[in-house]
């Protein structure tokens, strides 16, 4: 069992950056793959961001390829996702997902076991 918690949202202008980060309780976090999604208002949940267990590999949906950076540091139990250049249609409610996992990394939100509160970010134009 894992708890996921984000943090690290809030209101900011086109073109600028956020770091969001999902602190993850439990042991055993270098067991688990790592994902964020995003969901916009009346929108379906989707991938933005992947992760593999030790951190060497990962996966960007194409329309943030590029401008966001997926991270994590084990020893923290902690993953990250760095957001520059961001736009008005970055805007949703950006969760963290945790797959158990030391083999891939995983686009479909149906193969993640924990999920995060999520946390609001906004992008104004």
């Known amino acids: 069992q894992v708890q996921l918690v984000e943090s690290g949202g809030g209101l900011v202008q086109a073109g600028g950056s956020l770091r969001l980060s999902c602190a993850a309780s439990g042991r055993s976090f270098s067991s688990y793959a790592m994902g964020w999604f995003r969901q916009a208002p009346g929108k379906e949940r989707e991938f933005v961001a992947g992760?593999?267990?030790?951190?060497?590999?990962?996966l960007y949906a194409d329309s943030v390829k590029g401008r966001f950076t997926i991270s994590r540091d084990n020893a923290k139990n902690t993953v990250y996702l760095q957001m520059n250049s961001l736009k008005p249609e970055d805007t949703a409610v950006y969760y963290c997902?945790?797959?158990?996992?030391?083999?891939?990394?995983?686009?479909?939100?149906?193969?993640?076991?924990?999920w995060g509160q999520g946390t609001q970010v906004t992008v104004s134009s």
């Open positions: 997902a945790a797959k158990v996992s030391r083999v891939a990394i995983f686009r479909s939100a149906r193969e993640y076991d924990y």
């Open positions: 992760i593999n267990w030790s951190g060497d590999r990962s």
